[in-house]
């Protein structure tokens, strides 16, 4: 008798919220959802079906949640990115002056059999893991990292945030703190987080091309963990 396993299906769902129209519009999202769409299509050893959304409401990132994700078995993968407007509390900002708190967001993610993959390019998105330095003075990247680290690893979780067994977690910020984004020629712009994230993993967000190498693979193996 021969057991196979099945093969895990990964999925992602990209969310880019620019607010046209709106006093506090932005730039950037919708170059870092183009961005994000590309270099995930790149990445063989994790073939992505991929669904992209621009300018949701808080209801109608839920419903893209449950949409993009119906039919996860608990040994795929489920990737949630948004890049937008975070608040101090953590919710990411919907359109029509709404707003989707984490709590909230993990709700609708633990719905989702399997692993969850959670990139949050947004001011203040540290609140989704609960974490900051924990330090007064600035900067304190090894602090941060350290913070991160044990928040992914930590049996001691809050039942609110999700640092949680079978989440992982990116954010751009800490939870004190505002996101950074960039401009590049022509009024080009990108959220920084995401352009590093684009970048180790192969894609220049900001000529829109892919690398011939992956700046990330700091080991040399081919792959990016």
Request: charged share 15%.
């Amino acid at each position: 008798v021969t057991i196979t396993e099945p093969k895990p299906v990964y999925r992602a769902l990209l969310v880019g919220n620019n607010y046209p129209g709106a006093f506090n519009n932005l730039k950037g999202p919708e170059n870092d959802l183009v961005a994000m769409n590309a270099m995930l299509s790149t990445m063989s050893g994790t073939p992505y079906r991929i669904t992209k959304a621009s300018n949701l409401t808080a209801s109608g990132m839920l419903a893209a949640i449950a949409t993009a994700f119906a039919g996860a078995e608990p040994g795929d993968f489920s990737l949630f990115y948004y890049s937008g407007h975070g608040t101090e509390a953590g919710a990411l900002v919907g359109t029509s002056n709404t707003f989707l708190t984490v709590y909230a967001l993990r709700t609708a993610l633990d719905k989702i059999p399997g692993t969850k993959i959670v990139l949050l390019d947004c001011c203040y998105s540290g609140n989704a893991i609960n974490k900051s330095t924990g330090e007064t003075t600035e900067p304190n990247i090894k602090a941060f990292n350290r913070a991160i680290i044990s928040g992914l690893t930590s049996q001691s979780r809050s039942s609110e945030d999700l640092a949680a067994n079978r989440y992982i977690v990116l954010t751009a910020s800490r939870k004190d703190q505002q996101s950074l984004s960039l401009t590049g020629g022509d009024n080009y712009y990108w959220g920084v987080f995401t352009y590093g994230l684009c970048y180790g993993s192969g894609y220049d967000e900001w000529n829109q091309k892919a690398l011939s190498t992956l700046p990330a693979d700091a080991n040399g193996d081919g792959a990016i963990t």
